[in-house]
């Protein structure tokens, strides 16, 4: 299935998070089709993220800063831009910053989604609201599983377990509230994404290109943990396919739970994944197994990471017809160019377009 551009030319847009690494991308995505896209998030973190350095700016009408939890101001904001189509991505992202700042996850991630679902339940404008979780919000344990969209919910850690609870709250949301109404409703689970521009703090791709561009030693704690891992384009463009049946006449069939990841062959072992990357980037930089590191494990708090994490997207093939193409090796290739061209100081926003409409063309050419 392919995206439709009559669809998306002119419609008005609400990004939450757009601040962020996959909200920028998804802006930019978006502008490209001809939509009219707001932002509403916190500032981006850091001195280098993908929102300034992609000049993400740019291709917004409104761009609001503040907390979700401002229920008050996010009505205004709402009210303002006028959406048709809601992609909630903004949240507390980072697990090992759930065990530092508990209630802060809980209340960016929970209450922020829950917001959200209370201010457009009586919007006669929103068409479709599409909530981005995670594919940390299955119940995991030792053994190999593909999790489906049926899968138990749960969380061994503060930032997954605030994530399943957005998916038990938009549930009954749209049960309570979104039954007989326009707006429709579904959630979004994807598996470890990577691109160029994530700064994202213990973020593995990131610290492969920072130790790999100056061969300098690389630590790993978890070598062998295996991870579902694709390029951010790829489940963004299934959100887009998501929105646009979502909007149709049969929309009934597509709420709810959805799952993008990568095919079975790109769920690798952490080792394998960052030795493609050192590969491709001729290094000389070392890589050091360090299981006890402080900062994922102190007198306070330990870390728990799941083993496995692997997901089964056969929903997402066989209903909206979404299927990755890109090979480990090609995204990789996209990200070590993106990062590449920061460090030579390149124009960020044009590459970035370049890549979006690269990809979008060659999709089209696979798919019928």
């Known amino acids: 299935m392919k995206i439709n551009s009559n669809f998306w030319n002119k419609k008005k847009i609400l990004i939450t998070g757009h601040t962020g690494f996959k909200g920028g991308w998804l802006s930019i995505m978006l502008n490209q089709l001809g939509c009219k896209v707001s932002g509403y998030s ?4 850091g001195k280098n993220n993908f929102f300034n350095t992609a000049k993400v700016k740019k291709y917004l009408k409104y761009d609001f800063r503040k ?5 008050k101001y996010l009505k205004k904001s709402i009210k303002k831009i006028d959406p048709e189509i809601i992609f909630h991505l903004a949240a507390q992202s980072s697990v090992i910053e ?5 209630s802060e996850t809980i209340i960016s991630n ?10 457009i339940k009586n919007n006669n404008r929103v068409k479709c609201l599409i909530i981005i979780t995670t594919d940390k919000v299955y119940q995991n344990y030792k053994g190999n599983k593909y999790f489906d969209e049926n899968s138990k919910l749960g969380g061994d850690d503060i930032y997954s377990g605030s994530k399943a609870c957005c998916e038990i709250i938009t549930g009954s949301y749209v049960k309570s509230f979104y039954s007989s109404k326009r707006c429709k409703v ?31 030693t690389l630590f790993l704690r978890r070598p062998e943990a295996t991870r579902p891992w694709q390029h951010v384009l790829e489940p ?18 597509f709420q709810g739970p959805w799952n993008f990841g990568p095919n079975s062959r790109q769920n690798l072992k952490v080792i394998k994944f960052v030795n493609i990357i050192k590969k491709k980037m001729n290094t000389k930089s070392r890589i050091i ?8 494990s102190t007198k306070n708090y330990k870390v728990f990471e799941s083993t496995n994490l692997s997901l089964n997207t056969n929903k997402a093939f066989r ?24 460090k030579q100081r390149k124009n960020l926003r044009l590459l970035t377009e370049k890549q979006i409409i690269d990809y979008r063309n060659k999709y089209n050419s696979i798919t019928r």
């Open 319 to 342: 209903k909206l017809k979404w299927k990755p193409f890109l090979s480990i090796s090609k995204a990789v290739d996209l990200t070590i160019e993106w990062y590449m061209a920061f």
């Open 98 to 102: 759930s065990f530092k700042n508990p």
């Open 289 to 296: 197994i360090k299981r006890n590191d402080k900062k994922f």
């Open 186 to 216: 579904a959630t979004v689970r994807a598996g470890n994404c990577f691109g160029g521009g994530d700064w994202t703090k213990d973020r593995i791709t990131k610290d492969c290109l920072e130790s790999f561009s100056t061969n300098k």
């Open 67 to 71: 907390n979700l939890s401002d229920l």
């Open 110 to 119: 929970v209450l922020g989604t829950s917001n959200i679902l209370e201010v």
């Open 42 to 45: 916190l500032n981006p973190v």
């Open 236 to 253: 963004l463009h299934g959100y887009l396919l998501l929105a646009q049946n979502l909007c149709s006449k049969k929309s009934e069939e």
